[in-house]
């Protein structure tokens, strides 16, 4: 159980301070001549990355930090994880998905920005659909594949927080033009539960692609890149 509300905590905390980082950004910098995207892009990438960097060190020892059911999926496939485990780890990252929205409707007064991904019109390039769904399916394949090659490894296991943190703020710096990034079906299904409208009805495509991506990343890792040790 304490795996589980690990977990919990985890994925509504990265919600919190990267979804609510997003919209704090967003506002103050909407309509400054002087702000460009690109600005807004790197505060926000860095706060998801050192959320995840935080939980990391925070309660890796209790659950591994997946804080992510694409992360989870990885491990699952990979043979790294039991399937009760898969299924508890996934129910506590989507109550914790919502649990951190609804923290942020609070603080904010308002469920019109959560951070919330989007395509098309939703989008900061108005990406079309496809292409948004080869972009994350892209994006948690690398991120997936990441994580699953630095935990493999014992003599990286001071440092891999930091490392799969700073890879999120790597992903996060080229997907946010695109697709706001996902790379994470629980941190997208929160925002988007609260928002509504065409938020909510966008989110199956930051559902699927992640997983799709994660399920490509265990079977490269499993079959392809894992030693013999593993």
């Known amino acids: ?38 600005f807004s892009t790197l505060l926000i990438s860095f706060a998801f990355g050192l959320s995840i960097v935080a939980m990391a060190y925070s309660i890796g020892n ?43 409707v609070y603080f904010f007064g308002s469920n019109q920005s959560l951070g919330q991904n989007g395509y098309g019109t939703e989008s900061a390039l108005g990406t079309p659909t496809v292409t948004a769904f080869i972009v994350e399916v892209v994006l948690t394949f690398v991120f997936v594949l990441l994580i699953l090659g630095v935990t493999s490894k014992a003599e990286f296991s001071n440092v891999a927080g930091l490392i799969i943190g700073l890879t999120l703020v790597l992903i996060h710096i080229l997907g946010i033009p695109f ?31 992640p997983l799709v991506g994660a399920a490509i990343a265990a079977v490269v890792h499993r079959f392809v890149l894992a030693s013999d040790a593993e």
């Open 1 to 38: 159980m304490k795996k589980y509300i690990a977990e919990f905590i985890g994925t509504a905390v990265l919600v919190i301070f990267g979804c609510g980082s997003a919209v704090a950004a967003n506002t103050l910098l909407d309509g400054k001549a002087d702000s460009p995207l690109a």
């Open 179 to 209: 697709t706001g990034t996902s790379v994470n079906p629980a941190r997208s299904f929160g925002p988007a539960l609260l928002v509504g409208g065409v938020a909510l009805k966008q989110v199956w495509l930051f559902i699927l692609a």
């Open 62 to 104: 209790v659950s591994g930090c997946h804080i992510n059911p694409a992360v989870s999926l990885g491990v699952f496939l990979a043979g790294k994880m039991s399937v009760k485990d898969f299924i508890g780890y996934l129910i506590a990252q989507f109550i914790g998905g919502i649990a951190g929205a609804g923290l942020l």
